[in-house]
């Protein structure tokens, strides 16, 4: 292990980083595991290359982190964690392929420690061939892939709504425009389910073709990816990479409220104060793009009811409405009371934190 890492995860605040190898690749694999008190971590497998393999690291932790607080947000018994597989930019199918099953083998090795899914650079089909492997991969029906993609959107949606009702008073779409960024596998169903609620939209992708092919099917208007912020919207849906809100973004954001897929959608909490500060309401990322996570852990406990699983992802508009009314009350953004909400599981039903006294 370089100094770099050694510097980045001695600052850290979770509890380890498991790092591995890939010498037939050249890929380093990181999984983060931030906090397990509510029970085995689990979180996506996110592929992807980075400018040096402790960027990979830092992400990993930071997404982690991310998932600790989105399981005890919404109530469920998982710990936070998050792998990262960095891969050099020229991986071929053929390696990418190894790659995974290697990468299984070693989610073997953590005897349960860690479970994943899907993320930004993996697919359902590689979650069939980690389940098949190490038995460590979750939504998963009878050993057959699931997407998480279309939950997710469908939360983000539910939320969406509660922010519409809380910042202008009433939930309709009709008349509303939306900015989606990222029309990938959460941002193309929830362009889809935008526009079905009649939401006006504006559709924004670094690929342009992924945006142009949302709208052949939704309708709306495309946006070039470096004139996104230039763009009057209700709402700003970030659904691509984090960090896209920050001191150099918030001032020229033009939209009401802030509420998308992507994590970590904030540079650091600050920003949360610098939207409200601007009268944005902002949708803090883990609850709001909890849907596939909520729907794939009642699969993972054995639920198969569709109307169940939807009903269950709804129920994160309610979540939101009650953060929504606590932070408006205490004069906060509704980060704070997302923070509380979910200490608050922590505390009452995974103990004290790790290395306490």
């Not at 982690?64 to 930019?89: C, H, L, N, Q, S």
Request: aromatic fraction near 6%; hydrophobic fraction near 45%.
């Amino acid at each position: 292990m370089t100094r770099g890492f050694l510097d980045v995860t001695e600052a850290w605040n979770g509890e380890s980083v498991v790092t591995a190898f890939d010498s037939a690749t050249g890929a380093w694999i990181f999984v983060a595991l931030h906090d397990t008190r509510l029970g085995p971590a689990a979180g996506g497998t996110r592929m992807a290359s980075y400018p040096a393999p402790v960027d990979g690291l830092i992400d990993a932790m930071r997404l982690a982190e991310g998932m600790t607080w989105k399981w005890a947000g919404v109530g469920v018994r998982f710990g936070g964690g998050k792998a990262v597989i960095a891969i050099p930019d020229d991986l071929g199918d053929e390696a990418r392929a190894g790659l995974v099953d290697r990468y299984a083998a070693h989610l073997v090795s953590l005897r349960g420690a860690f479970q994943t899914g899907v993320d930004m650079g993996t697919t359902p089909e590689d979650m069939a061939r980690i389940g098949a492997i190490s038995g460590y991969a979750v939504g998963l029906v009878d050993g057959k892939p699931g997407d998480p993609g279309p939950y997710t959107a469908r939360g983000v949606l539910a939320g969406i709504r509660a922010a519409l009702e809380h910042r202008f008073g009433e939930a309709n779409f009709g008349g509303r425009a939306v900015l989606v960024q990222g029309l990938g596998d959460v941002g193309f169903p929830l362009a889809g389910l935008l526009a079905e609620a009649g939401a006006t939209l504006h559709l924004t992708d670094l690929r342009e073709e992924a945006a142009r092919r949302a709208q052949t099917r939704f309708g709306g208007t495309v946006i070039p990816a470096d004139g996104m912020w230039e763009v009057d919207a209700d709402v700003y849906a970030p659904c691509a990479v984090g960090a896209t809100l920050n001191p150099d973004t918030i001032p020229r954001l033009r939209c009401g409220i802030v509420a998308g897929s992507a994590n970590n959608q904030l540079l650091s909490d600050a920003d949360a104060e610098r939207l409200r500060a601007r009268g944005i309401l902002y949708a803090p990322d883990y609850v709001i793009n909890a849907g596939g996570a909520v729907a794939f852990s009642a699969i993972h406990r054995g639920e198969r009811d569709e109307t169940r699983l939807r009903a269950r992802v709804d129920e994160i508009g309610s979540s939101l409405r009650e953060m929504f009314e606590e932070a408006a009350g205490a004069g906060e953004s509704p980060l704070h009371a997302a923070r509380r909400r979910a200490r608050r599981f922590l505390d009452a039903h995974g103990g004290p934190p790790p290395g306490a006294g």
